[in-house]
């Protein structure tokens, strides 16, 4: 077969794309850095955006747009978010281009210099707080709860298709409130909706927590995130929802009166997921068949195979699968029929479980006879022969049963490869041998923490929410600590 | 009242311009020509985007992304294309940022130049259609119908809100088929989505036609629009589709095997709407006291205001609320209720005027004792008091009625202010006292529509696809000419 996959044993990060390649998600673009998202890959972003947009106005959020262009002097403003992003940023710095047969052609033309560069956002947080300025007032203004769809900049020089990309699509939310609290209780609502969103809906079961200083996002006070395991044992930031205390009102003098009618600046909150979360739902479930996709998100839910010899039985399936169909279209399945006479059965079994739809119904005349049609589920790749008698019921709560398959074979993966160390030999060990989450304790210094970094590439992916006071020692210094955090190697 | 706009009598752009900011649509940012799409805005954008998505998806299209940049040498390769597009390109030359102290703080790092500059995309043929030479070696690959949701930038010198802004939101499509009659298919059928879009759900009646020479896209064969009238006489072009013929297929050698074993050059079309149709939207219908929503495209359809003087009363009036609403969204209808205590019904009343929401509902003491409710409509600004009984009913029934008469109002404005010029002092007249469109002959050549435009600013909006045929006189040369065509001035 033309389209195999280099096998997860052999060489996973090949493997991973292969998959994204051969399955039609994105390729890499002529632009160093940029992918090109396919339709097939597009359509599982879109419902992951349809979901999460749901979930966001359900909170109270709503949509708006700010400009793609932040002019370089903002970005300057606050000190830790500038020092973050000033090594990956695309910079404009001209704006016409002019024909110069002299000099090969089309060039820039050098008397449309913009008077102040302006940078392609990596971030929209100087923007929109220079803008609030003037939405904010009084205490009445408050809370501003404005989540942005947008496309983002980095200029990474070691990119992976959706895990790491020069542009990337996200969501970026930005909150403004009037105390403290507030803020931290909306930065905690989000971490909850990302975690219900990544468990729910992409069957990836993650662990929240806090990110230590030296993983924090650049100009918050404290960063909360999911991480997610992936098959190869490292681990995977899925989402990050950022208590920024008062830095960006300070930054952008962002003032507001009290309801006692005092001054305070205003306290905020930003949180984003991009398309890297395809990257984590690809490598959550994936095989060496191909895609393993949750019926939550898959672009369509359900395929449905034609098998004849000659022409007039195609009919009479084509009829019988009008029904079959309406059916399940009735119960709000989704569903292809891939008719096409230009490519063979086997053919198309294969293209499928490469695109991971989870379930494939194939009907051939003896089916036809019987009344029954082959059910393959694309999660254990178990076949069966059923009734057509309430089959749309049947395909409905295989699709449940699927959903909640695969998130638990995710669950207990992480489960088996969630490991205590409790000594330095211990954790080195388990991270070169086994890999996977390793708790343990650390003695809360970012000092302790590079060295770690530096001596094995692991890093703390977070201080669990969810954690039991203990008393130990750190793995490392052998200083004392009262609870252990999670190490992983890392994407 | 603080909100109160300029009137259009007094002053057409200053009203638009009022508009926009104080129904809290859209603002300028700090950014040159870039603006912000507040909330409100944004949330009638979304509803645009999520019909015309669905319009795009039934007519076999799918959704994809390209990357934001396009190498300099891309771009040249189409001659007419970068002719056209060349003086308004924003161009990313550097990739970071550093600390100079003794420059100022934060610069460009020179350090960081590219070796190729990266143009911001002001449209994406070319960025696409090199793409799509690896997507395309068959008939079989054919055809592609995709469609992209996505920021473009035009440096345009003057801009306004949503007519004409530095950055803009859109969608372009970009089909390749295997014959030039296919291509041509395509192009119409977009067109006619379009009208049956602007139509439909913008309530604004548009004509559909060809695009003389002069105002074709750069790179186009044919160029087909939709123009509508705007209530100050002047025309607005809300949505193109081209014709591309094999011109990009040429400049990026996308070719193709045919279904005869021959090798042949792909046959291409592209089509778009941007946020421009919100200048539409809001220029077509609304008055001095605000924006009028067609109720197909507003954030939320029905506003409820209780009228009360004492707490126990508005406990009462909620109670009765809370049954109106869920009997509304029942039947699919967006409701909000203001019941804040910090502003009087007066101030909501005017509030919602002028937001454009198409129906009020306001209950106070005595509609309670008698079972009924005042409705207001936003369109014509007539009051009623009517049982609440199947108030879910009547309220369907308004809006609409609501969505049908606004269409009408503008389809009558659009007829009373189409004109038909004989002469060139006639067609002068018609243009200086009373705008709107001019249906008049022209010889067919660029040349007299150069010289129209440069002693009159009127351009050929378009040849109108329905038409008479009509033996006549260029009202300029006074050459023979078989047809009319539709002159305006033109946003």
């Known amino acids: 077969m033309a389209k195999e996959l280099t096998s997860r044993s052999e060489n996973y990060s090949q493997w991973y794309q292969d998959l994204v390649i051969k399955a039609d998600l994105a390729e890499n673009s002529a632009v160093r850095g940029c992918m090109v998202i396919k339709p097939y890959g597009y359509a599982i972003w879109e419902k992951m955006q349809a979901e999460l947009d749901r979930m966001f106005k359900e909170t109270g959020h709503v949509n708006a747009y700010f400009p793609l262009f932040i002019p370089k002097s903002f970005f300057s403003k606050e000190a830790d978010h500038v020092e973050g992003f000033a090594k990956e940023c695309a910079v404009v710095t001209h704006y016409r281009l002019k024909n110069d047969e002299e000099n090969g052609g089309v060039v820039v033309d050098p008397d449309a210099k913009l008077e102040e560069e302006l940078i392609v956002r990596p971030t929209s947080e100087t923007i929109i707080w220079n803008t609030y300025k003037n939405w904010i007032q009084s205490y009445r203004d408050l809370p501003i709860l404005v989540n942005q769809w947008a496309n983002v900049v980095r200029w990474e020089m ?6 790491r990309t020069a542009e990337f699509l996200w969501q970026e ?4 409130h009037a105390t403290k609290d507030e803020a931290i209780e909306e930065t905690e609502k989000i971490i909850n909706v990302y975690a219900d969103f990544a468990e729910n809906f992409m069957a990836v079961p993650v662990v929240k927590g806090l990110k230590s200083a030296n993983e924090r996002f650049a100009g918050a006070l404290e960063t909360y995130s999911i991480e997610a ?33 005092k001054e305070d600046y205003v306290w905020a909150t930003s949180w984003g997921v991009s398309t890297r979360l395809m990257g984590a739902l690809i490598m959550a479930h994936s095989d060496d068949n191909g895609l393993v996709l949750p019926p939550k998100l898959a672009p369509y839910q359900v395929v449905i195979v034609p098998i004849y ?9 084509t009829e019988k699968v009008d029904e079959i169909i309406a059916k399940l279209k009735a119960k709000g399945i989704s569903v292809k029929y891939d008719d096409r006479d230009t490519r063979k059965p086997g053919w198309k079994f294969a293209e499928y479980e490469l695109k991971g739809v989870p379930v494939r119904l194939a009907m051939g005349p ?108 750190c793995i490392y210094s052998g200083k004392p600590s009262k609870r252990r955090v999670l190490f992983a190697l890392a994407y």
């Open 366 to 473: 003896r089916d036809l006879e019987n009344g029954t049609v082959e059910v393959a589920r694309r999660d254990n790749l178990t076949k069966e022969v059923t009734s057509l008698d309430n089959i749309d019921e049947y395909v409905e709560n295989l699709l449940e049963d699927i959903q909640q398959n695969i998130f638990k074979k995710a669950y207990d993966f992480r489960a088996e490869n969630t490991r205590k160390a409790d000594t330095w030999e211990e954790f080195k060990e388990i991270l070169t041998t086994k890999g996977g989450f390793i708790s343990a304790h650390w003695d809360g210094t970012p000092e302790t923490e590079d060295l770690i970094k530096n001596e094995t590439k692991a890093t703390i992916r977070c201080m669990p929410l969810e954690y039991e006071e203990e008393e130990g020692k």
């Open 158 to 163: 070691r990119t992976r298709l959706f895990l």
């Open 229 to 261: 395991l992936m098959q190869d044992g490292k681990a995977l930031q899925s989402g990050t929802s950022h208590f920024l205390g008062q830095n960006f009102a300070k930054a952008f003098d962002v003032t507001f009166a009290t309801k006692e009618g």
């Open 173 to 176: 939310g930005h909150t403004a």
């Open 309 to 317: 010899r000659k022409e007039e039985q195609l009919a009479e399936i």
